[in-house]
């Protein structure tokens, strides 16, 4: 699939566009879910794509290919790596969750939230309404407080999120899952400035994606090398993202502005902390996209410099 090139003022659904990434991202995780042994579990995953009745992705839950074994393997460590981070921060007493272009992530219902949590999902109305149709059906019930804020981050989502019940004068934890490599360097920078603005000190942030940068060039030697991944080009996310030389790193951004920067990982890096050990091909992918996660808390106005 191509997706049309991104512009200003473009939208999309669950069926297009940025919306059918996500959708993607769901099969693949449904798919490692299905394992015998997955490193996280969403359950949910499979129903959203049967419900899309998607015919590539309808097709690839049926027959899956080498490609979708090596990425939903990936996208399970990137599962695991949220969830970890949710659970860590309620830990230390956060009670809000914000989870930013929210697509079909189900922490919602997936997670062990303490009681008193309010988990905050912000995205386009037409992916939370496909979302919300496919969750009711299934009878699936919020673990926590829940609370749907649909609106484009290009507007005013600050304005959206405060009318949800957000409450910016105590803690927070934001995800941030797969989202910076569809921004333009402007558009990351006013969305972390707005995210700074709303983070009473204390409050926690990760940013991660499996690709925080994509050349097609040294793809295409990955795939010559690796030819079990000739599916990954099904899906032109190419076209959907931007330049990462445009942006700012995350990292770096969050460290001069009032933020602690507690960890940066690859997907690699993330496996073999926990003793496993990533085969050459998943090695070989994360060498091309560059995966990036960062893991950051929210000094006090004393620690500034």
């Not at 992530?105 to 939370?128: F, H, I, M, S």
């Not at 998943?282 to 004393?302: H, I, M, N, P």
Request: proline fraction near 6%; aromatic fraction near 8%.
């Amino acid at each position: 699939m191509t997706p049309t090139a991104r512009s200003d003022d473009d939208d999309w659904d669950i069926h297009t566009s940025v919306g059918y990434t996500a959708l993607v991202v769901a099969a693949w995780r449904a798919l490692h879910t299905a394992t015998a042994r997955p490193v996280a579990r969403d359950d949910y995953a499979q129903r959203f794509v049967a419900a899309a009745a998607d015919p590539y992705l309808s097709a690839l839950l049926t027959e899956p290919d080498d490609t979708a074994a090596v990425f939903g393997h990936l996208y399970g460590v990137q599962t695991r790596f949220f969830d970890e981070f949710f659970t860590a921060a309620a830990e230390t007493g956060i009670r809000q969750a914000v989870i930013v272009a929210a697509g079909l992530d189900t922490r919602a219902q997936r997670l062990n939230w303490p009681a008193g949590t309010v988990v905050y999902e912000l995205d386009r109305p037409e992916v939370l309404a496909f979302k919300r149709d496919v969750l009711a059906d299934l009878g699936a019930r919020p673990a926590a407080g829940h609370a749907v804020v649909g609106c484009d981050l290009r507007q005013d989502w600050p304005a959206a999120l405060a009318a949800a019940g957000f409450d910016a004068g105590v803690p927070a934890a934001w995800s941030l899952e797969g989202l910076l490599p569809y921004l333009t360097g402007p558009a990351q920078d006013a969305l972390l400035t707005g995210i700074g603005a709303l983070s009473a000190p204390g409050s926690r942030i990760a940013t991660g994606a499996l690709g925080s940068h994509l050349d097609p060039e040294a793809l295409d030697a990955v795939i010559e090398q690796h030819p079990q991944l000739q599916g990954f080009r099904e899906v032109d996310f190419g076209a959907l993202t931007y330049d990462p030389a445009q942006r700012s790193d995350p990292a770096e951004w969050l460290a001069a502005h009032g933020w602690t920067v507690t960890a940066v990982s690859t997907t690699v890096d993330l496996q073999t902390a926990r003793g496993e050990t990533p085969p050459e091909v998943e090695r070989a992918v994360d060498r091309v996209l560059r995966s990036q996660y960062v893991t950051a808390f929210r000094r006090g106005a004393a620690d500034l410099p």
